[in-house]
């Protein structure tokens, strides 16, 4: 690629969050030119960089794995050996091991201020990244010849024409937004609230999900021998039960999850995320791709999120060849390279959270049937288990390490 052929870079990334450096990480030794425009302040950290606790699919560990991240995690994975899920009121209940499936674990659980500082560690070491931070996004103006970006950094304006743009600037995408695609939302009318919290009983690698018509409530294991929670709550009772005091909550929690992992001694501090899910109706325009959640966002039932916004990443960095990045028939390809895993994913996750929010008696019938034929019928349960550990669809190389 030619140092004066009118493009300031090959491949701009707008956002480094977690998906953003995810990709400028996959693409770190390749031949394009390739930058990123982020926000916040290094020492702040980019959007993400929070307590959420994430549940990291076995194609998503083997994928960061390869990219150098997990060896700069402060804290390995905490590994997900089974899966327990079930649904308050409804007979049944889905209980997966990996060891019944050739596996060690399912995936592992990671905090997400942490994998940002180990993503963040990893992208300052790439080779060749230009990187513009913290910087102002001012307009996004697309071309046929060639997005430019105009941004603000340092009290200076500069214009920035790329050969392709890559949006992984969040929800309310401003790259979306410019590329007039129009996205289809669903307010679920919940808050999620999450913390950490202890109970009697040690986790033992097992990942709780439970249903219930208030919303979804998960534990998930971690480090330091206690549980992230997690806590569906209808919107209008959310400033109340953030509001709650420690002891308050735990009983809280209590109620709402119920005792098969023993009896709750402490919850931490709480923070509290809207339950909203936008997904864009296309994921490429001309020399321009939306990823993570900028093309779709996402129910968090499955912890499906980051895991398909990696997928995204990795299957870019895949398709790109030649001496254009943002050629039609490479974006075409990206395009329906994604199709089925993102449409499974987002059919999982939306169906899941309406059939199991359904308080109706038959919806009730139902979902007992399917919580016991997936319990008991060798096999029904084998595509739950894929869709788990990431292989979903086009499987991208890097995540097949140990596949």
């Known amino acids: ?23 400028a990480c996959a693409l770190d030794g390749s031949a394009w030119r390739v930058a990123q425009v982020e926000a916040s302040a290094a020492q702040e950290g980019a959007p993400g960089f929070d307590e959420r606790k994430l549940a990291l699919a076995l194609a998503s560990l083997n994928a960061l794995q390869a990219l150098d991240v997990l060896p700069r995690l402060a804290t390995a994975p905490v590994p997900i050996r089974r899966i327990h899920v079930s649904r308050a009121g409804d007979f049944g209940a889905v209980r997966l091991a990996a060891a019944d ?24 070491s790439a080779s060749g990244l230009v990187r513009y931070r913290p910087a102002t996004v001012l307009s996004v103006q697309p071309h046929a010849d060639g997005p430019v970006v105009e941004l603000q950094q340092a009290g200076e304006t500069r ?64 480090a330091g021998g206690h549980y992230g929670a997690i806590c569906g709550v209808a919107r209008a009772d959310a400033a109340r039960v953030l509001a709650l005091g420690d002891s308050d909550y735990a009983d809280y929690f209590q109620r709402r999850f119920g005792w098969r992992a023993g009896r709750v001694l402490r919850a931490g501090a709480r923070s509290g995320y809207p339950i909203v899910r936008r997904v864009a109706e296309r994921i490429t325009a001309p020399r321009c791709v939306l990823m993570g959640n900028a093309a779709q966002t996402i129910h968090p039932i499955g912890a499906q999120g980051f895991n398909l916004g990696l997928r995204d990443a990795l299957s870019l960095a895949e ?65 739950l288990v894929s869709g788990a550990m990431g292989f979903r669809g086009q499987v991208p190389a890097l995540s097949r390490g140990r596949a």
């Open 101 to 124: 499936h050739g596996r060690e674990a399912f995936g592992g659980v990671v905090l997400a201020r942490e994998l940002g500082q180990a993503l963040e560690s990893r992208v300052a």
């Open 159 to 222: 214009r920035l024409r790329t050969r392709l743009l890559v949006a992984a600037d969040g929800t309310r995408s401003m790259a979306r937004d410019a590329f007039g695609i129009a996205s289809d939302e669903h307010d679920y009318g919940q808050t999620l609230v999450i913390c950490s919290l202890a109970t009697d009983r040690a986790p033992d690698g097992t990942a709780y999900e439970r249903f219930t018509d208030e919303g979804p409530v998960a534990l998930l294991p971690m």
């Open 1 to 23: 690629m030619a140092p004066n052929d009118g493009f300031d870079h090959d491949i701009l990334i707008l956002g480094g969050g977690l998906v953003g450096s995810s990709l």
């Open 319 to 383: 398709v790109l060849a030649g001496d254009d990045p943002g050629a039609p028939a490479l974006l075409a390809a990206y395009a329906a390279r994604r199709r089925e895993d993102r449409e499974r994913t987002l059919a999982f996750s939306d169906g899941m959270a309406r059939a199991t929010a359904n308080g109706s008696f038959p919806m009730h019938v139902l979902r007992s049937l399917g919580l016991l034929a997936l319990g008991h019928v060798p096999g029904l349960a084998d595509p």
